[in-house]
């Protein structure tokens, strides 16, 4: 179901007002500031994709700005990639600025300061994750942050194409299918992630991807192992435990997160396997290794959007058509 606010209702003399606490209620904490002396109608259409929010966004000239105290306020935990289909946006953040041109998209970090100035009528669509759906290291997510990433071919132009046709389908997807797609959004935005560190960060030696791919290999054999941990890893190799945690620096992700997803994902295949229903939340949580039924289902809600036993039910059982998106939840 689509969520819409519009101001075209509203009063003019009242529409800048509505339209600050709209942006901030649907987003973050954010300072909004009109460009033109009679604010046009404007609007914001959402979705719900677990733990995505696609938006998308329609309104006049204006500027934003994430200041410190605003972080102070919350949100900071989000990341937005916005997708700009007509207008042109500039993003400032961390000493930095990007121009986006229609077709282009770029990636702002709620827990730092930016500002984004919009000089002319525009369109983009928004997608807000909580940082712990991302899955990514503070180095990855810095290699996104703004950084123009234009749809000229390569990862970025598969990227684009992906979340184009995720918002546009949006409004129509089954719950347990829309978690999933979202899902994919994020390995897409992983693996741009992944590649620009590939160019600006040297080359591992092939003595250390042999010894990752060694580490990875035992990791997966003893993934039901509630004691797996780096000292049980490095032990089993008889090397220091400085040294793992070294050779996993260049798979962008610490040893202990990378064993997380790797269990959670094994979880996810077996709540989704035909007869799951059998087995209870806990008893697959323990057979790959989680200790607490609790920690997992927080952890599994924060990678997936959706609780384990939701998961398991819309897996189980003919999902409810959700109400299609209407014509405007589409850019031209």
């Given amino acids: 179901m689509s969520v819409v606010l519009d101001t075209t209702p509203i009063p003019v ?7 600050h606490e709209a942006i901030s209620r649907t987003f973050i904490p954010l300072d909004v500031s009109l ?11 959402s979705h719900r994709l677990g733990s995505l929010q696609i938006s998308l966004v329609q309104a006049g000239p204006q500027r934003v700005v994430r200041s410190r105290s605003l972080i ?3 949100g900071e935990d989000h990341i937005t990639l916005a997708l700009q289909h007509r207008g042109t946006a500039r993003l400032v953040q961390d000493g930095r600025q990007v121009l986006l041109r229609p077709g282009a998209f770029a990636v702002s970090d709620a827990g730092r300061p930016f500002a984004k100035e919009l000089p002319e009528p525009f369109v983009f669509t928004a997608f807000h994750w909580p940082r712990t759906a991302v899955g990514m290291s503070e180095e990855e997510l810095r290699e996104l942050t703004v950084t123009a990433f234009e749809p000229d071919g390569g990862t970025a132009a598969l990227v684009a194409t992906y979340l184009g046709r995720l918002a546009r389908s949006a409004g129509s997807l089954e719950p347990h299918i829309a978690s999933r797609l979202a899902a994919t959004a994020l390995d897409l935005l992983a693996a741009l992630a992944h590649e620009r560190r590939g160019r600006s ?3 591992a030696p092939e003595s250390a991807l042999a010894a990752l791919a060694r580490f990875k290999d035992y990791i997966l054999r003893h993934l039901g192992d509630p004691g797996l941990g780096p000292e049980q890893i490095a032990g089993a190799h008889h090397l220091s435990v400085r040294y793992l945690h ?15 997803r790797q269990r959670l994902d094994m979880c996810r295949r077996d709540l989704a396997r035909p007869g799951a229903g059998q087995a209870t939340v806990a008893a697959v949580a323990g057979r790959w290794g ?5 920690h997992f289902s927080r952890v599994f809600r924060a ?3 959706v609780s384990p036993r939701e998961w398991l039910a819309d897996t189980a059982l003919p999902a409810v058509h959700a109400v299609p998106a209407s014509a405007s939840d589409v850019p031209g």
């Fill in 303 to 305: 990678a997936y959007g």
């Fill in 246 to 260: 070294k050779v996993f620096q260049y798979e962008g992700v610490t040893v202990t997160r990378w064993i997380q």
């Fill in 35 to 45: 460009l033109e002396g009679m604010p046009s109608a404007a609007s914001i259409t």
């Fill in 13 to 19: 003399t009242e529409r800048a007002e509505y339209w």
């Fill in 201 to 203: 960060a040297p080359e």
């Fill in 72 to 74: 102070a306020r919350g």
């Fill in 290 to 294: 989680f200790v607490s039924a609790s």
